[in-house]
């Protein structure tokens, strides 16, 4: 039941619109504007590009998140969800895994040429892609408490990016400090265990924080 919640939700997300494709023409959008706006001091452009990498990256994500449980909730799906023998828990585990395949996915495999855009060296490039591979989940499973927190509400795309955001700050601050470690010289163990921690928490959080906003959704 898991894997077909899982794939049907890859599925939904890529042929609404608001998957993938749409994601990664807003991530690249976004860091193409970038060097427009900073001018022509490559130096200052990588010193801040994974920074900028996160923020569209987040910001990205957010697209599509309204839908992750409000189509359920329309067609009556979250309610045989809420009284099948498989606990929410791990439904919304497997729907948050399958809202990250569709939308986190396709920007990690775009960020190359976003680094390229914002001059980013090779070894700082995979460095920054290690660490959205270890962070992303996190940002997956929190967007998964706020939509299922905004559930019934219509176009709560906004209510959404303000409950998500302020709890999205820390695995941003790890994951760039990550990069910046890197950068500098420094061991990047203890910043990417730190981003590790997070996500485990919030794999362990996030799914009982929406699967009980979900049971109490009308």
Known sequence: MLAAIYLRDVRLAWSAGGGGGVGV??????????????????????????????IAML????????????????DGTLDQLRLADTPLVTVVLAKAAAHWTAAALPLIAATPLAGILLNLSPRLLLV????????TPALALIG???????????????????LVLPLSIPVVIFGVGAVE??????????????LGATTLVFAVVGPLAAAAALREAD
């Open 25 to 54: 023409i807003f991530f690249l959008a976004v860091t193409a504007v970038a060097p427009f706006a900073l001018g022509p001091d490559l130096p200052l452009l990588a010193r801040i590009g994974p920074a900028l990498l996160w």
């Open 59 to 74: 910001l990205a994500l957010l697209l599509g998140l309204e839908r992750l449980f409000q189509a359920d909730h329309e």
């Open 128 to 135: 920054t892609l290690a660490s959205l591979v270890v962070g």
């Open 144 to 162: 998964a408490v706020g939509a299922a927190l905004a559930v019934t509400l219509r176009r709560a795309g906004v209510l959404i990016a303000v």
């Open 181 to 194: 470690a890197a950068s500098a010289g420094r061991a990047i163990g203890p910043p990417f265990a730190l």
